[in-house]
């Protein structure tokens, strides 16, 4: 299924390591103490789980980290009378809306003098007539503790399924090192000065393809449609090698297959590119044991979640250590997310894990991580943990060889989806399991 987009903007190839394939060039270098699992700061106390809120759109976020081959990142300069446009699309509509923000990861109190939002044209503008003000506890400006996050007071404005919504925020003053999602596939943009209220994007000269601060997007809904299910994983989830800016990840394409049968259902994406189950990385977030809490539970009315993760824990291994993970590790891990998620009313979809062989990464294919990678596969399929299965490493297998990627598939580094691809992936999906 393929709707309207916004200019598509191809993916310029400095990804050729992508996000779980990016990882090579790090994990070379990288030793074994990087794969201890690391503490992540303590969650905020916001509550998000009020009556009439659900989630219509949602990021996953490190700690500020370098620029990554060629994309341009300020997390670690973060901002100083500055204003940033973040343009995000919502998955389901809703009468009022509110945003979510997060310094969970600064060092210092975030002081934001101010946040605009409306309905996003081309680029950096944003439609006329669409602009509103955010306030915070009824204050147009707000403090943030650092390790706290937030959500903005509610704004009366019909959101619809798929709108395109702008954001901005004006930091007046320095904001230090910034919480950021590193590899967004959209276009943020900066400007110097209080730009809040531009409606043109003439300012906004500076763009990057992250998201700083900004963690959510909730709409109000009516009782009996306060629902959404999160896709949780690595690149795969976060959509890399899908065209940046045309929201072609698989969770948007899922949005779009949900938003067609008009059941109201917020699709949100927790996919973070070189993430893995049990160990924490520099540059590739908090391992998923220990960011799935926030990520997933913490969403408004969560009901189900997809878990799509586990290649990476493979390959770095293999590349630190010399031999991968064990299967009974990784299932271990699986194991403890899927008994969270049961613990908290959620139901759980596994996803098996998709074929590499061919792939221009190492790491990424070897007889031993083979090994493993058909083993887990087998657990997620034929253990019955899940509430429900989608067998990825069937869909997308070659049919001359199970081994590799489906060509029509492959974007051409033999381990991540191209845009067809990611079609593929969330039209594999059942959508009565959600």
């Known amino acids: 299924m393929r709707w309207s987009r916004i200019r598509r903007i191809t ?7 992508s996000p779980v394939g990016m990882l090579w060039p790090v994990v070379a270098a990288t030793t074994v103490a990087l794969m201890v699992v690391a503490v992540v700061p303590a969650a905020a106390d916001t509550e998000r789980s009020d009556g009439r809120w659900t989630g219509a759109w949602a990021t996953s976020i490190i700690t500020a980290s370098p620029p990554l081959f060629g994309l341009a990142n300020w997390s670690l300069e973060g901002f100083a009378n500055q204003s940033v446009r973040q343009v995000v699309r919502t998955t389901r509509g809703g009468s009022a809306v509110r945003i979510r923000l997060s310094n969970l990861y600064g060092a210092t109190p975030l002081r934001l003098a101010g946040a605009t939002l409306g309905v996003a044209g081309d680029g950096a503008s944003v439609r006329s007539g669409t602009m509103r003000t955010l306030t915070f506890g009824h204050s147009p400006s707000t403090v943030l503790p650092a390790g706290r996050e937030t959500a903005s007071d509610a ?4 959101i619809f ?33 209080d730009h809040r209220l531009d409606q043109n994007a003439e300012a906004f000269g500076e763009t990057s393809v992250s998201w700083y601060y900004l963690t959510g997007v909730d709409v109000a809904v009516q009782e009996h449609e306060r629902e959404a299910v999160v896709a949780f994983g690595d690149s795969m989830t976060d959509g890399a ?29 927790a996919g973070l590119s070189g993430n893995q189950v049990l160990a924490s990385l520099p540059g590739y977030g908090a391992s998923g044991l220990d960011r799935f809490r926030r990520d997933v539970l913490k969403q408004p009315q969560v009901r189900t979640v997809i878990i799509l993760e586990g290649i990476n824990d493979i390959a770095i291994s293999e590349a630190t ?12 891990g699986y194991q403890t997310l899927i008994q969270a998620a ?5 139901r759980v979809i596994g996803a098996t894990i998709m074929p590499t062989k061919g792939t221009i990464f190492p790491a990424y294919y070897t007889e031993r991580g083979e090994a493993v990678r058909d083993a887990v596969n087998s657990w997620i399929r034929t253990s019955g943990a899940y509430d429900a299965v989608v067998d990825l490493d069937r869909v997308f297998a070659d049919p001359t060889d199970p081994d590799r990627m489906r060509p029509e598939y492959n974007s051409g580094d033999g381990v991540h989806p191209n845009d067809t691809g990611m079609n593929a992936i969330a039209e594999a999906i059942d959508l009565k399991t959600l």
């Open 241 to 269: 090698m899908s065209t940046t800016d045309a929201n072609n990840r698989y969770p948007d394409e899922l949005a779009e297959r949900v938003v067609a049968t008009g059941r109201p259902i917020g699709v949100l994406n």
């Open 155 to 158: 704004v009366r404005m019909p």
């Open 11 to 17: 993916l310029r190839r400095w990804w050729a390591p």
């Open 342 to 346: 049961h613990q908290n009313g959620v």
């Open 161 to 193: 399924p798929l709108d395109r919504l702008s954001v901005t925020l004006f930091f007046a003053e320095p904001t230090g090192p910034a919480t950021f999602h590193p590899i967004a596939f959209a276009t943020s943009y900066r400007a110097a000065g």
């Open 321 to 332: 250590r010399g031999e991968p993970v064990t299967a009974a590790q990784l299932i271990d």
